[in-house]
């Protein structure tokens, strides 16, 4: 279910709420959904149990998730993890055009590469 890259420069917490919040945000994991235990989650991808619980702990501080005292976590309700996304990639694309812009790109290149990168075919 989760891949993460151990060899990336990206810390492994922020790999997981990265990977998590996608999962949400497309649907795999719909609200009130219960997230695997920390010690679980751990355990199988290989990883210390306070990197996983300092990531469910952001995704609960960012709204994604809520915590149930004695049952664990769970995806909550409502749009935040797509929003949390949509607003990161606006961010990310902003700079994106804003460095290119600065190194000398037009407008066509830039809508050109928009349109390559729409016609590609996205794998989850």
């Given at each position: 279910m989760l891949q993460l890259d151990l060899?990336?420069?990206q810390p492994i917490y922020e790999q997981l709420i990265l990977r998590l919040t996608e999962l949400i945000s497309l649907g795999v994991l719909e609200a009130d959904t219960q997230l695997p235990s920390v010690r679980?989650?751990?355990?199988?991808?290989?990883v210390n149990p306070n990197t996983v619980q300092k990531a469910y702990q952001e995704l609960e501080r960012r709204g994604i998730t809520y915590s149930v005292s004695g049952r664990g976590s769970f995806v909550a309700p409502g749009e935040g993890a797509r929003e949390i996304l949509s607003r990161q990639s606006v961010e990310k694309i902003r700079d994106a055009v804003s460095e290119g812009k600065r190194t000398g790109l037009t407008r066509p290149q830039v809508d050109e590469v928009v349109s390559s990168v729409y016609s590609e075919e996205v794998s989850v």
């Open positions: 060899q990336s420069r679980t989650l751990a355990r199988d991808l290989g």
